[in-house]
């Protein structure tokens, strides 16, 4: 497995830091525009990049989570049907979310250098030299250092995450949730839209959707997620007994995900249901909802058996989250 020794840090100013850059590299950069998709996992990260060409690159890579120089081991394989791999990984793992970017990359020494612009994030660099087989890192991470001082790298502004984990911040910060009712048009148009999604999937009897009266119930907390122009991208409800509150209508437009919408209206329904005496979530979904599955378990949600009023269905999954 390939490997190399890196930092990320965010940028005041990036224009500056350019010039800074471009002086002691001595040549123009590449400019790259990057489009990674990634992929839900246990061993490490998996994502997908697509250059602005469409050339695609599948990258599997490991790495601590720390704020200091830091290894990195990766394996790259390139791709020549990357849209098709997306949905294929999509189906099998889950996205966890979708970051692009326009990158400057330069070479000083051994170093690779990259002035990242981040939709939606903001703009950062990168540091890294990469090692020959069974080479020491002692080496590759006195060149990232002296590049740090070279630079003005201060260590405070490094970072231990990767951009798909600060995205999930950044973008509940532009989302609005709150408790609406079910039957506004532009509401309705959400649920129309799972409905129109989910039932060519299922057969008749494995639909499990309340319609826009039962969501009206007063033991209904439905809300509705909308960005910065007031548009609404998603909802959900939480139906709430004496036992438990149940999960349904969970919905976010596919062009708004990957942004942390789905896990924000979770978490603003628990706390509904939290507030009304509930001492435990469930849901039921259907088993080709591998993106929604794999964002319950990362909620802390857990297999279960099925529970009121539902039996034993090939097409459904039943989880559950004790508060």
């Known amino acids: 497995m390939a490997s190399n020794v890196e930092i990320k840090a965010r940028v005041a100013d990036i224009d500056a830091l350019e010039r800074k ?40 890579y490991q790495r601590q ?8 081991f990766f394996l790259l394989s390139q791709s020549n049907d990357p849209d098709g791999l997306r949905e294929l990984l999509t ?46 890192e002692e080496a590759a991470r006195q060149a990232i250092a002296a590049l740090m001082e070279q630079l003005s790298i201060r260590d405070d502004s490094l970072l231990d995450k990767a951009y798909v984990d600060l995205l999930e911040p950044s973008s509940r910060q532009n989302l609005t949730i709150a408790l609406e009712r079910p039957d506004q048009p532009e509401v309705m148009a959400l649920i129309d839209e799972l409905d129109a999604y989910q039932k060519p999937l299922y057969p008749v009897e494995s639909h499990h959707g309340v319609d ?16 910065e122009t007031g548009v609404a991208v998603g909802c959900g409800a939480v139906w709430c007994t004496a036992e438990y509150g149940e999960l349904k209508r969970m919905f976010v437009r596919p062009q708004c995900r990957g942004r942390g919408a789905a896990r924000s209206v979770l978490a603003f329904l628990e706390r509904q249901a939290q507030a009304r005496g509930c001492a435990a979530m469930t849901l039921e979904t259907g088993i080709h909802q591998h993106e929604a599955i794999a964002l319950y378990q990362r909620a802390g949600y857990d297999f279960c058996p099925p529970f009121g009023s539902y039996r034993e269905d090939p097409y459904s999954v039943f989880m559950r989250k004790a508060f």
């Open 212 to 227: 826009v009266a039962a969501l009206l119930r007063p033991e209904v907390a439905f809300a509705v997620a909308r960005d």
């Open 21 to 60: 850059v471009q002086a002691l590299a001595g040549h123009e950069p590449c400019r790259l525009e990057q489009d990674d998709t990634f992929f839900c996992g246990s061993h490490g990260r998996l994502k997908l990049r697509v250059d602005g060409a469409g050339a695609g690159k599948l990258i599997f």
């Open 65 to 72: 989570d720390a704020a200091a120089i830091k290894s990195s």
């Open 91 to 136: 189906q099998a793992y889950g996205a966890q979310g979708r970051v692009r970017k326009q990158r400057s990359q330069y070479r000083i020494g051994r170093c690779a250098i990259h002035l990242d612009r981040v939709a939606g994030l903001g703009n950062f660099v990168e540091l890294e030299a990469e090692l020959a087989d069974d080479e020491p």
